[in-house]
């Protein structure tokens, strides 16, 4: 077996050069072995949180892997499934299967009459197709590290479920910030709340957050969730799924950018006010980041704090270009994938380091959102 810390440079290397777009769809399929797949299809099932994973120590890394590819795959029934039945049948089945005794988990539910865009659904229902060898792996991890991948996806599903009931009770959208907030804390509140305890059991802390942990972390799923939501809006309108009442009337319409010197039509100026209002929200939360960082007591050389500043530049870098699309004024900063590892990876040996760039990041966020 190679040493993970020596593996960690390919699986970084493999995230520089993943065509998210256009995934190899059939070298996927041929994949037998687990640990391979695992770390083969993260690329394409994730996207910052990738080279995140891979940035972890060794005993988080894998479990952390396997914990977002069994969420990629609870976002997927949430995502392709029409159906509110099937759909929250599947959610809970899938759940299920982690609670059972043995090594078998049962086969996951399939995805029925699934709405396909694009490749990168494919990639997601090749995942779910072949959700036993991403079980293979889990069935290997300590009793520790499974119950609190347990308690991810017991928490993933339900959460879903909430969402699933309320976009079909309010016809594709959520109708208030408060909603929004809350799925925001399912979908990535919950895995924020997963990697403060994967790290504590590795450091051999408790891994019980107290009230006050529990809601930074929160607010941090908040924060990062947002920047998917923001993101795919015009995608999740193609789906007929809306995140704020006022793109109700624009449900199933494909917007396409204007032209240079072309007017935008009126979704698109709809699409472009709620974007900026979410990148509000998302600003506003952005100091519990480093909170929730603190929470776990870090020592000084610890691969941990390079992963958490990646994500938070990661972050940082596309609600730069969520400002720019929404109109309001952008700011300075890193922009290639392998800038912001290289301004990363050396605060994996100083936390005075990693302070001051988690800071810096924080400052420009927080005067973003008094601009």
Known sequence: MIPFWLRRHALLLRNLLANREQPDLGALSRIDEAEDFVWAILPHAAR?????IALMPRRSALPSA??????????????LVPSQTSRESALRSFAARLTTSGNSLGA???????????????AHLLLVERAALVDRVFATFDAPTREIIRDLVRDMAEGMCWSSAAFDAQSGVLV?????????????GNPTVFGIRIL?????????LSDAEREDAMLV??????????????????RGIA????????LGVNVERAAAGQPESATSTRVRAVRARMLRMALARSGAYTRAINSIR???????????????????????SCAQRAGLPAWNGPDSTLALLMRSIPTAFSAQLGRSEMLRAERHLLAALSS
């Open 66 to 79: 396997v914990a977002y590819l069994y969420c990629r795959m609870l976002d997927t029934y949430e995502d």
């Open 298 to 320: 870090l020592p000084s050389v610890s691969v941990a704090r390079a992963a958490a500043v990646l994500m938070l530049l990661f972050t940082e870098r596309y609600y730069r």
């Open 200 to 208: 504590r059991l590795h450091y051999g802390q408790p891994v019980t």
């Open 221 to 238: 799923g908040e924060f990062v969730q947002l920047a998917n939501v923001t993101r795919d809006i015009e995608k999740d309108l193609r």
């Open 108 to 122: 996951a539910p399939s995805v029925e009459s699934p709405t396909i865009i694009d490749d990168r659904d494919r």
């Open 243 to 250: 995140y704020d009442p006022a793109l109700k009337g624009d």
């Open 48 to 52: 910052t949180f990738s080279a995140c």
């Open 176 to 188: 208030s910030e408060e909603q929004l907030a809350t799925y925001c804390r399912h979908v990535l």
